[in-house]
């Protein structure tokens, strides 16, 4: 099981260099339908991913706290709006998204 968040972890590593540089999502964003909700530097239904990013960038401790917050939802952070739970991604998954918003540029 290690392992194989390991070598999930380092093909992330590997996806969010390509994806940062093309400021496009990965494809599990785009599976997972995020992209219904939010783009990279705009507003959507939900925050950009850059206007997260500035948020926490600071904050590694909130990684999993989002993560959690990705799969299970939840409201109050950025405004009224929920998001809904998420639960096609689990927590590891939710964290190569987490770690995707980290990695990107101000
Ligand atoms: C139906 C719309 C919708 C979808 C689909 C959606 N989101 Fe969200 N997302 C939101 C809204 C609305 C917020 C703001 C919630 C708040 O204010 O607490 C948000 C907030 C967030 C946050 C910041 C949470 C915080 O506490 O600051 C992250 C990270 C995030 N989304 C990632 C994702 C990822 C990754 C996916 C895909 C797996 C996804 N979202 C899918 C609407 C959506």
Redesign the pocket.
């Known amino acids: 099981m290690k392992s194989i968040i390991v070598s999930m972890v380092a093909a992330a590593g590997l996806m969010v260099a390509g994806s940062a540089l093309a400021a496009d999502m990965p494809d599990?964003?785009k599976k997972?339908?995020?992209?219904?909700?939010?783009a990279i530097d705009k507003k959507?239904?939900?925050?950009s991913?850059k206007d997260?990013s500035k948020?926490?960038k600071g904050d590694a401790s909130?990684k999993a706290?989002?993560?959690t917050?990705?799969?299970k939802?939840?409201?109050?952070?950025?405004?009224?709006?929920?998001?809904?739970a998420?639960p096609?991604?689990d927590e590891a998954?939710?964290m190569i998204?987490?770690d995707?918003?980290y990695s990107l540029p101000d």
Not at 32 to 38: L, M, V, Y
Not at 44 to 47: C, D, K, R
Not at 76 to 84: E, H, K, L, N, R
């Open positions: 599990l964003a997972s339908n995020c992209t219904a909700c939010h959507v239904v939900g925050p991913w997260i948020k926490y909130a706290k989002l993560a917050k990705i799969v939802g939840g409201s109050g952070v950025w405004g009224a709006m929920p998001m809904p998420n096609k991604i998954g939710a998204l987490v995707f918003i």
